[in-house]
């Protein structure tokens, strides 16, 4: 088992930052894939960002590609998405999850086995 909790959501003007962190417990966080999901009110959840298990990969949704930066810290037990350049239209509830099976990144909701209770970001413009 493993339980996430994002930290460092809230409201900024469209064009400022915020750094995400989730803190992951358990002994075999070095294991997991994490990845980074936003859902919007009234949206289905949707893939922002990932980081393999190894830390060796990431991979971005290609409407943050650019502005957005995952990180892992194996000694922390946690995983950072570091967001730039924010627009309105990244306005979501963010959520931190953990992918246990060993494999490249997956970049879909149900491919991942624990969920954060996520945190919410508000882009104004």
């Known amino acids: 088992q493993v339980q996430l909790v994002e930290s460092g959501g809230g409201s900024v003007q469209a064009g400022g930052a915020l750094r995400l962190s989730c803190a992951a417990s358990g002994r075999t966080f070095s294991k997991f894939g994490m990845g980074w999901f936003s859902q919007a009110p009234g949206k289905e959840r949707e893939f922002v960002a990932a980081?393999?298990?190894?830390?060796?990969?990431?991979y971005y949704a290609d409407s943050v590609r650019g502005r957005f930066t995952i990180s892992r810290d194996g000694a922390k037990n946690a995983v950072y998405l570091q967001m730039n350049s924010l627009k309105p239209e990244d306005t979501a509830v963010y959520y931190c999850a953990a992918d246990s099976r060993l494999r490249p990144i997956v970049p879909r909701a149900g491919e991942y086995d624990y969920w954060g209770q996520g945190t919410q970001v508000t882009v104004s413009s």
């Open positions: 980081v393999s298990w190894t830390g060796g990969s990431t």
